[in-house]
């Protein structure tokens, strides 16, 4: 009975009828892999454990079409392994249990087996545990493909078994290079003027895959060479690789505020749009903004936190397209405030004091005494009333009798905070000159 996951050259009748351009270009050999040299270069980690014939198990971390499925296979060529492949979204535990029992035959027989496991990430973690033992004693050795972070996605016991592999998006010169390969495949060049062969590259977003895909249709048009504009009227721009809940998501997010944080609000723009165009929830970008607001800038412009409130409003009221250009003019506002992480350190550090001081008590003298025995106890004695003390200030201890008093907000020479800054010099002053 033939092996329904069993994908090895071997396995398969030759095929009938066409074949996709991608599928016509496949290297047969790692030399031949267009992009990740960083991985197949003569050092690339990848390379040198061929080399040095200690192959493990591998996970590869990566966007859609960058060679993932294709450097497995030819894994399994250069070492000798019999290829299988699965897939997570349709592969359940009784397919498991069957691939597991084919490879188990196939090592009593000597024959190792390279088990491809595409989109690994899909798999929950008792499917994942299934494969320990057999990755243990031998019987496979896993190589699985996944575009999200497999840090968050993999379980522990499954990542420290094996190494991740990044693979990068195609640079334009890979997607260069692949267009040359296509057009040798095809034996003719693509009726396209060189603008709008840029333009074909960017519209795959470094995508190998996608590129050939977009080739197979360009090549199909009896057209003259075409521009950028004509090009642009006839295809599709693939849409860019965004996962509202996943890696690309909190990349960008990250990106986004760390150029508010440096002050750059060209690159603010860029990533804010970029957010937008992947289908992000403006409400999310709202939200992030706020809290920028009262991480980064703080007091050193208080205003800043309004802008960003108006705006969220701004945004709810008028909806979508409209609102975004209150967002897009609150996050403009942000990059070019005067930055303090002030309040952000102040108030961490007075969390770290509050836990290590316990259940310390206030001192009495600020304590109300609502009943005779609290007075008794010496609850208000000594309470020095403020707005009757000289220019509205007493200098009185407000920490616990058992603490000393602790420095947690220095505000810095930057916007608002300079005068905040002078004030809290003043108030020093006067409290030294009070305990004088």
Not at 132 to 144: C, Q
Not at 193 to 199: D, N, Q
Not at 357 to 365: F, L, Q, V
Request: hydrophobic share 40%; charged share 30%.
């Amino acid at each position: 009975m033939a092996d329904l996951f069993d994908t090895s050259a071997a396995a398969q009748d030759a095929p009938k009828g066409p074949r996709p351009l991608a599928d016509r270009l496949r290297p047969a050999a790692l030399s031949d892999v267009i992009g990740q040299s960083r991985l197949l270069g003569p050092e690339g980690s990848l390379r040198v454990m061929l080399d040095s014939g200690s192959l493990s198990s591998l996970i590869f971390w990566g966007p859609p079409g960058v060679g993932k499925t294709t450097i497995a296979r030819l894994l399994a060529d250069e070492t000798d392994l019999h290829f299988v492949q699965i897939s997570a979204i349709f592969t359940g535990v009784p397919d498991l249990r069957k691939v597991f029992e084919g490879a188990k035959m196939r090592r009593e027989n000597g024959r190792g087996t390279l088990l491809f496991v595409d989109e690994i990430h899909r798999f929950n973690k008792a499917q994942q545990d299934s494969f320990l033992p057999h990755m243990e004693d031998g019987t496979i050795l896993l190589v699985g493909a996944t575009t999200e972070n497999p840090s968050f996605e993999l379980n522990a016991a499954v990542m420290s078994r094996s190494q991740v592999m990044v693979l990068e998006r195609l640079s334009d010169d890979d997607l260069e290079a692949l267009l040359a390969r296509a057009e040798a495949e095809l034996d003719r060049k693509l009726p396209l003027l060189p603008e709008a062969r840029v333009s074909l590259r960017e519209m795959a977003d470094g995508d190998g895959r996608a590129l050939l895909n977009l080739v197979e249709q360009v090549a199909a048009w009896k057209v003259e060479p075409l521009d950028t504009k004509a090009l642009g009227a006839r295809l599709q721009r693939r849409a860019a690789q965004y996962d509202k809940s996943g890696d690309a998501h909190y990349n960008l997010i990250s990106a986004l505020h760390k150029s508010m944080r440096g002050s750059d609000p060209d690159a603010c723009l860029y990533w804010f749009a970029r957010m937008l165009e992947g289908g992000e929830d403006p409400r999310y970008l709202a939200r992030r903004m706020v809290r920028m607001a009262v991480e980064d800038i703080g007091l050193a412009d208080p205003q800043a936190q309004r802008v960003c409130l108006d705006a969220w409003e701004t945004y709810e009221r008028l909806g979508s397209p409209e609102g975004e250009l209150a967002l897009s003019q609150a996050i403009i506002y942000l990059a070019l405030a005067p930055k303090s992480n002030a309040n952000y350190v102040a108030y961490k550090a007075a969390r770290a004091s509050a836990k290590s001081t316990g259940s310390a008590m206030p001192p009495k003298h600020i304590l109300n005494a609502p009943t005779s025995m609290m007075k008794d106890q010496g609850y208000g004695e000594g309470y020095a009333y403020d707005h009757d003390a000289e220019d509205g200030f007493s200098g009185a201890n407000y920490f616990p009798d058992t603490m000393s008093r602790a420095r947690f907000y220095e505000p810095k020479e930057r916007g608002f905070e300079r005068e905040l800054k002078k004030r809290v010099e003043w108030f020093d002053g006067l409290r030294k000159k009070r305990k004088g």
